[in-house]
């Protein structure tokens, strides 16, 4: 056995081994990048009191599934109808039923995946980069985002959404982890006969993005993107394993397993509608019966059902042209071009004649501002390295915005947080494009003060950020400022009133 390891060329195992355990200092490091995160979260998380934006809807709609199972219009006492599936509201009424119906019940979801999400992009940042620094570093810039800090503390969908997008993530890089250290551990053993056992992690990675899609459809996106991504990453393990034809060999022996990805999104996303099926009050639950005037359901039926209610909702989606001041278009989300004012109150007080209270849903400026050259160096940097990782990184930045843009010739509504799916990812372009700057480890080239310089260069762009952060901290969380103060921070001017 020990001979047979031997054999395996350096190259192969260096790029076929998985990173080192986690040590006590990364460990530390992502704890401190969480706990900052959660308390500027937590920080009079109740204010405001009332409903803000589309809190209204979905506030109310998850109370109505703790009480019928679906959403209930109680002024007629009817089933409602709505368009977006139902898990994210679950979610939110996960909170109410613990804390009751109040603004801390409804919105303490929110905070809590918002949170987790911050440390699943630290681990999934150790992963990929195989740095503490850069893995913090992503996890800070996630916490200091305005964008992620707003919705992290409102019961609106997209927070859930891209949570679970998140947690797919992850498991899809453990997935690559765990495949490419069962190659290697095959090449070690010596063994003709290929045995990669379960791939756990996949699976899970398709419990995620089915969960994701009973959030809202705009997950599918990242389904096709994830299932891509697997197959390029098995067909690259078998060429780096050495196998022949390893693009028809990965399709051939592992597309069983695609197989079972693509079901297990499926049984999961129809898990999301139980409450649906278990009722007999939801909308369009019996609707195949009342339409052809049966007595009852026949056994299809609750499927059919809910296929025509997917029909309606499809036709929703697509049509909505409803104006509205908030809107905004896709080449507009990484410019701030549209930001969501999602309450504003005038009411004061303060030491001032006029006093103004806002929560704008606004990206920290300096780090989104940052995205777009992040987006073409990471470009860049993915052709001359030919890095599977830059390339994995690009692709889910994109995903998050680029379909939308089909949507601008049929004057679709559309809005700046719908971008929020590709923020973790847009955090890790910058990230990867940060490393580059710092430069390879100082062992390489003991003489060169690059690592030096381009650490200082990092170090200061990460405190820009926190600083532009603080700056616009108040129009974020609903602090009472003067009017003066309040204008000086609408650097757009009336893009942004």
């Known amino acids: 056995m020990t001979s047979q390891a031997r054999t395996v060329p350096d190259v192969v195992r260096r790029r076929l081994t998985p990173p080192g355990p986690a040590t006590p200092g990364f460990w530390l490091a992502a704890i401190l990048v969480t706990a900052i995160g959660l308390l500027l979260r937590m920080v009079n998380l109740s204010h405001p009191r009332e409903p803000i934006f589309d809190e209204v809807y979905y506030a109310n709609e998850a109370w109505d599934l703790l009480q019928h199972g679906v959403e209930w219009n109680p002024e007629d006492n009817t089933p409602q109808y709505v368009v977006h599936p139902p898990l994210g509201k679950w979610m939110i009424g996960l909170g109410e039923q613990i804390f009751g119906y109040n603004s801390f019940g409804w919105r303490i979801a929110a905070v809590t995946v918002g949170v987790v999400s911050i440390l699943l992009i630290v681990l999934a940042a150790r992963k990929l980069f195989r740095s503490t620094i850069l893995a913090a570093t992503a996890g800070l810039l996630m916490s200091l985002d305005g ?24 498991f899809l890089v453990l997935d690559r982890e765990q495949r490419r250290a069962r190659w290697l551990a095959h090449l070690e053993s010596g063994s003709s006969r290929v045995r990669l056992g379960v791939p756990w992690y996949r699976l899970a ?38 196998v022949s ?72 989606h697509t049509t909505l042209d409803t104006g509205h001041p908030y809107q905004s278009w896709p080449w507009m989300w990484l410019l701030l071009g549209r930001p969501v004012s999602m309450y504003v109150n005038t009411d004061g007080p303060c030491d001032a004649a006029s006093c103004v209270s806002q929560v704008l849903l606004l990206g920290t400026p300096v780090l989104w501002w940052s995205f777009l050259p992040a987006l073409a160096a990471l470009t860049w940097l993915a052709i001359a390295r030919r890095d599977g990782r830059a390339w994995l990184i690009l692709a889910c930045s994109l995903a998050g915005i680029v379909p939308w843009f089909q949507s601008m010739p049929a004057h679709r509504t559309m809005f700046y947080f719908y971008a929020l799916p590709a923020e973790p990812f847009l955090i890790l372009a910058v990230v990867y494009v940060l490393g580059a700057i710092i430069g390879p480890p100082r062992h390489v080239n003991p003489a060169s003060d690059h690592r030096l310089i381009g650490s200082i260069v990092a170090g200061a762009y990460v405190t820009l950020v926190a600083i532009c952060f603080a700056y616009f901290y108040p129009i974020y969380s609903a602090t009472v400022i003067t009017n003066a103060e309040w204008l000086s921070r609408m650097w757009l001017g009336s893009r942004w009133i």
């Not at 997209?158 to 679970?164: E, K, Q, R, S, T």
């Not at 098995?234 to 050495?242: C, E, I, L, V, Y």
């Open 147 to 170: 964008m992620h800090f707003v919705l992290s503390r409102a019961a609106l969908l997209d927070i859930f959404l891209m949570f679970w997008i998140v947690v797919a993530f992850y």
């Open 245 to 316: 034809n390893y693009v028809s060999t990965a399709l051939l022996r592992d597309g069983r397993w695609l197989l079972v990805f693509g079901a297990l999104i499926v049984v999961t996303y129809l898990a999301t509608w139980t409450g649906w099926f278990a009722s007999d009050d939801g909308y369009f639950r019996h609707w195949y019966a009342q339409a052809h005037g049966l007595g009852s359901d026949r056994l299809i039926d609750p499927l059919v059902n809910l296929w025509h209610y997917h029909q309606e909702a499809y036709g929703f």
């Open 205 to 242: 990675c398709a419990v995620s993005l089915g969960l994701a899609a009973g959030v809202k459809w705009s997950a599918l996106w990242y389904i096709l993107l994830f299932a891509a991504a697997i197959v390029v990453f098995d067909a690259g393990t078998r060429r780096t394993a050495g």
